[in-house]
């Protein structure tokens, strides 16, 4: 059976090819049929262009495949595999943008709410990232909370924490657009951190500057000035990935001397099997979003984009994702 698949086969260079699956699902595999896959724009702008530190890619070699978060149609389950059947709409994770996802049966989480849509469940794996940056800071309800960078997981990120009781909420982005979405999605205050005095002004709306921080930008200036935001014995969640090492942090002044807790928040540094108190397995934190979902505490549907790409036009969709920062946060395939 040959299904078709987005490759990237050199640095720069999106292709959708077809691959060969196995006629037959192995043990404890599962066959999904992908409705809908998402693209993370910065992970796989890293990934496509070789950046270093590219999560788990071996530096220089091609092809690579990316986009880990999609949803469809359980197509066949393997032996041995329980609460899984051919017909069950589900979410894949660790899966790629493929026609077909063939993983193993814990890398598929069954959607039992049919009001959820293929278009807000394939954003569902990727929404748990923001929220285990969330849970490891020990978020309390009623502390203030900032979100430094407004892209993808940022967005995600405000939703949760309203969601969580994060008051008030603070959102900085550069880019207009995206603080206008920041408030759209619950943010009490939306602000510009190039703007003068911009470290002030946190503190000045949240009496002292922030409990905890969601940092999201992957830039050393903009960890940098999240810490300049923060209260006395603040966390700050390093959500972004910091890929470049070449930048300072005044550690004795920022961090050793308030007395801020700086937590790696990298969504692999997850127990595998067991959760506890501020650290959740990825199978637990998809869950929890779901039903946060089905009772209608948060919604994706505000910021779902207006259209989906084919599949055949991967290689126009990360031209933008490579050049065009104003490209929307959220783009999907729709592979039916």
């Not at 790409?309 to 729709?334: E, G, H, K, M, W």
Request: overall charge neutral.
């Amino acid at each position: 059976m040959k299904a078709k698949n987005i490759v990237f086969t050199a640095p720069m260079k999106a292709e959708l090819l077809e691959r060969e699956l196995p006629d037959e699902v192995g043990p404890g595999k599962v066959l999904v049929r992908t409705a809908v896959s998402t693209v993370s724009p910065g992970t796989e702008r890293a990934v496509i262009t070789d950046s270093p530190n590219a999560g788990g890619y071996v530096e220089h070699v091609f092809p690579r495949r990316s986009g880990y978060s999609s949803a469809g149609y359980v197509e066949k389950v393997g032996e041995g595999v329980k609460g899984l059947q051919p017909g069950d709409r589900a979410i894949v994770f660790w899966g790629t943008h493929a026609e077909y996802n063939l993983v193993p049966a814990h890398q598929v989480v069954k959607i039992t709410d049919d009001s959820i849509s293929f278009e807000e469940a394939a954003v569902v794996f990727i929404s748990t990232f923001s929220l285990a940056a969330i849970r490891k800071c020990r978020l309390e309800i009623g502390e203030s909370s900032l979100v430094m960078g407004c892209g993808l997981l940022g967005q995600f990120a405000v939703k949760l924490l309203r969601a969580a009781g994060a008051v008030p909420i603070l959102a900085a982005d550069p880019i207009e657009s995206r603080r206008k979405e920041a408030a759209a999605g619950g943010a009490d205050y939306v602000l510009d951190p190039l703007a003068e005095g911009f470290a002030a002004k946190v503190k000045e709306l949240t009496g002292g500057g922030v409990k905890t921080a969601i940092e999201v930008t992957g830039v050393g200036a903009g960890l940098d000035e999240t810490l300049d935001c923060m209260q006395r014995f603040g966390r700050v969640a390093l959500l972004g990935c910091t890929r470049d090492k070449n930048f300072t942090i005044d550690y004795y002044r920022k961090v050793h001397s308030p007395g801020i807790t700086l937590i790696g928040a990298h969504t692999k540094a997850r127990p595998s099997y067991e959760s506890h108190a501020g650290w959740y397995t990825e199978r637990d934190d998809i869950t929890s979003v779901l039903s946060l979902l089905s009772a209608g505490r948060i919604n994706f549907k505000a910021f779902l984009p207006e259209k989906s790409y084919s599949p055949a036009d991967c290689q126009q969709v990360y031209d933008r994702v490579i050049n065009d920062r104003s490209f929307p946060t959220l783009a999907q395939f729709d592979w039916r």
